[in-house]
């Protein structure tokens, strides 16, 4: 591949439940990129601070991500409603977003093919990524994906729950000081309403194999 040598970065951000780690995944799987979920950090984060009740926030974070193993943290339920809810508290303390920022940058910085997704990423993380996808989508329709993958762990959940809950997030994520979601100038908007997953893989493949095109030639 045109890039395997130069490098390809991508950065994928949006909303919760709007489909952006399922399409970068499917990006990253396709084109051979490493992968990162900063919204899997933040949930990691909680966990570890509602399994240990730390005194030392700050301190217990710093050394915990110093060494974490990114592998490890997929093999955790970390998509429960209380680490949901935790997560979106502490990504407001800037204290927090600063230590895992570093392992953001660290991770971009080790790999030049690499596609992370999040919130912040294409105006905090990978400013000057080669590609940067905005994913939108009816809260509607986020809602009832959001309850039918939570739903398996939790046979006593409401779509009304979940729906609030979902928005209370984005409204949070939007409107918190530090780092908000916001869209890029640059980002390509992918809107998976009405995608299908493969549907959402091709119109991002397009778009990838243009930019291979521009940057790389054929």
Same mark, same amino acid.
């Given at each position: 591949?045109? /890039?395997?040598?130069?490098?390809?970065?991508?950065? &994928?951000?949006?909303?919760?439940?709007?489909?952006?780690?399922?399409?970068?995944?499917?990006?990253? @799987?396709? /084109?051979?990129?490493?992968?990162? !979920?900063?919204?899997?950090?933040?949930?990691?984060? !909680?966990?570890?601070?509602?399994?240990?009740?730390?005194?030392?926030?700050?301190?217990?974070?710093?050394?915990?991500?110093?060494?974490?193993?990114?592998?490890?943290?997929?093999?955790?339920?970390?998509?429960?409603?209380? +680490?949901?809810?935790?997560?979106?508290?502490?990504? @407001?303390?800037?204290?927090?977003?600063?230590?895992?920022?570093? /392992?953001?940058?660290?991770?971009?910085?080790?790999?030049?093919? &690499? &596609?992370?997704?999040?919130? =912040?990423?294409?105006?905090?993380?990978?400013?000057? !990524?080669?590609?940067?996808?905005?994913?939108? &989508?009816?809260?509607?329709?986020?809602?009832?994906?959001?309850?039918?993958?939570?739903?398996?762990?939790?046979?006593?959940?409401?779509?009304? =729950?979940?729906?609030?809950?979902?928005?209370?997030?984005? +409204?949070?994520?939007?409107?918190?000081?530090?780092?908000?979601?916001?869209?890029?100038?640059?980002? *390509?908007?992918? =809107?998976?309403?009405?995608?299908?997953?493969?549907?959402?893989?091709?119109?991002?493949? *397009?778009?990838?194999? @243009?930019?291979?095109?521009?940057? /790389?030639?054929?």
């Amino acid at each position: 591949m045109k /890039y395997k040598n130069k490098g390809l970065q991508i950065s &994928c951000d949006g909303g919760a439940a709007t489909g952006k780690s399922t399409g970068a995944k499917m990006i990253s @799987k396709k /084109y051979k990129l490493k992968f990162l !979920s900063s919204g899997l950090l933040y949930r990691y984060a !909680s966990y570890l601070i509602i399994k240990n009740k730390p005194k030392n926030l700050i301190h217990f974070l710093t050394k915990k991500f110093n060494k974490v193993n990114y592998k490890k943290l997929e093999k955790i339920n970390l998509h429960t409603q209380e +680490i949901s809810a935790h997560s979106a508290k502490i990504a @407001k303390i800037n204290k927090i977003r600063k230590i895992l920022k570093k /392992y953001q940058i660290s991770f971009a910085r080790k790999n030049k093919n &690499c &596609c992370i997704e999040g919130r =912040d990423i294409a105006t905090k993380i990978l400013p000057r !990524s080669d590609l940067k996808f905005f994913f939108i &989508c009816n809260l509607n329709i986020a809602s009832i994906r959001r309850f039918k993958e939570l739903k398996k762990n939790n046979s006593n959940l409401k779509l009304k =729950d979940v729906k609030k809950a979902l928005r209370i997030r984005n +409204i949070s994520d939007t409107k918190r000081k530090n780092s908000p979601l916001l869209k890029h100038r640059d980002s *390509v908007v992918i =809107d998976t309403g009405k995608l299908t997953k493969q549907g959402m893989l091709t119109k991002m493949s *397009v778009i990838v194999e @243009k930019e291979i095109k521009r940057k /790389y030639g054929n």
